[in-house]
């Protein structure tokens, strides 16, 4: 029997989250070629190359945030961030690009951002062909559902479904610009590529939300932006609408999708302290967010734990249900096999503010932070430097000069 170690890094002594396989308490975790090796109560550190002490931290499956905007060599573009910037510093291994590249720049998309980042990263194509932000989203001229459906097949590894938004928020309908074109020509794409419609969605009293989840809207479809001002999540009781649970049924799925004007403290906390919460958390982050009311993925989570949700679900609707929604099962947990996608979470306790799109905020007391990200077994982010040795325990190469 050989005496090398059995595996490569062993995150010991934390406190492991992983709904998937039950767990939610004391586990090390062991990793061997980029795959979650071993999760056991108590692993051997000798059996490891290194060890990594995580006691009295948080283990999590990599967070999933299922929309966001990336495409940031597109020209001109100024909405996008850089994705490597922004996700391991948030323990963030797998992005979702919702909809800022359509059909016609899918190809440059994937080449010049999907095929160079590091950071996992998926697509929804706009129903829009050029895709998205400008004066070519309102016409209906542009929405192709065989171009959209057509690209999201060709690349069935990274495109998880079909995006629309941003169409005809206020000006009077006429005889081009019909109510539901965008949604309807977005339904007809998922039905030909098979893969969910992901919905930025504005009502007006010729297209109500009603009937947007209740009747257009199909399975497996996710409505994002849940708690915008614009939706009539609670009546005037503050109790959730009928509605939304009868949706629900239905199979339409509801993602937070938090971004710089469409997560409302008025919505979301009477409607989760009554029963319904968001299916999944996500930021919608993007350049005109990322210093302001987003910031990054932890922060829209905290948000929701301080709301009430316990930190089980709170990771529970970061990790495994996103996963599920764009269908990627693969992912989202620590089961043994897995891809090693890891985040380690330390959780801060003090007098904290959160503040929502509204400028306004709550008060709550637990703050998550990220203390290391691991993507494929890799440590990507280590900003306090848990991985390494002491300086004055460094090995023979750190105190020779290169020459």
């Not at 129903?127 to 004066?135: A, E, K, L």
């Not at 559902?145 to 009077?172: N, S």
Request: hydrophobic share 40%.
């Amino acid at each position: 029997m050989s005496d090398s170690p059995r595996y490569d890094l062993l995150l010991k002594g934390g406190h492991t989250i992983c709904a998937k396989n039950g767990i939610d308490g004391r586990m090390d975790v062991a990793i061997s070629g980029g795959k979650i090796a071993a999760l056991e109560a108590d692993i051997d550190p000798s059996l490891a190359d290194k060890t990594v002490d995580v006691s009295g931290l948080y283990v999590t499956p990599g967070l999933i945030d299922i929309h966001v905007h990336v495409y940031h060599t597109r020209e001109p573009e100024g909405l996008s961030v850089m994705a490597d910037s922004h996700s391991f510093r948030s323990g963030v291994t797998t992005f979702v690009d919702t909809g800022t590249a359509g059909a016609r720049h899918f190809l440059h998309f994937k080449r010049t951002v999907i095929d160079l980042s590091k950071t996992r990263i998926f697509a929804f194509v706009n129903i829009v062909d050029q895709g998205m932000i400008g004066d070519f989203e309102q016409d209906p001229a542009n929405f192709d559902p065989e171009l959209c459906a057509g690209t999201v097949l060709a690349y069935p590894d990274i495109c998880v479904g079909v995006k629309t938004a941003h169409y005809w928020a206020r000006e009077p309908f006429d005889a081009i610009h019909t109510p539901w074109a965008a949604v309807d020509q977005g339904v007809a794409a998922s039905k030909l590529c098979g893969k969910p419609l992901m919905v930025d969605f504005w009502p007006r009293p010729e297209r109500t939300y009603p009937e947007l989840i209740l009747e257009k809207m199909q399975p497996g479809d996710i409505h994002t932006h849940v708690f915008a001002q614009q939706f009539p999540i609670v009546d005037e009781a503050g109790k959730p609408n009928d509605f939304l649970f009868k949706a629900r049924e239905r199979g339409v799925i509801f993602d937070l999708g938090h971004g710089a004007g469409s997560f409302w403290f008025r919505n979301a906390v009477p409607a989760m302290q009554n029963g319904f919460s968001p299916d999944s958390i996500s930021t919608d982050l993007h350049t005109r967010n990322v210093h302001g009311v987003v910031v990054d993925m932890l922060t829209t989570m905290n948000k929701i734990l301080n709301i009430g949700m316990p930190l089980a679900e709170v990771i529970y609707r970061s990790t495994l249900t996103p996963a599920q929604e764009i269908g990627h099962p693969e992912l989202g947990h620590l089961s043994v096999g897995a891809e090693a996608d890891v985040a380690v979470l330390r959780m801060l306790t003090g007098d904290f503010g959160f503040v929502d799109c509204g400028k306004a905020k709550i008060e709550g007391d637990r703050k998550l932070e990220c203390a290391m990200t691991l993507r494929a077994g890799e440590i990507v982010y280590d900003p306090n430097g848990l991985s390494v040795p002491r300086w004055q325990d460094a090995p023979p190469a750190y105190w020779t000069l290169p020459f």
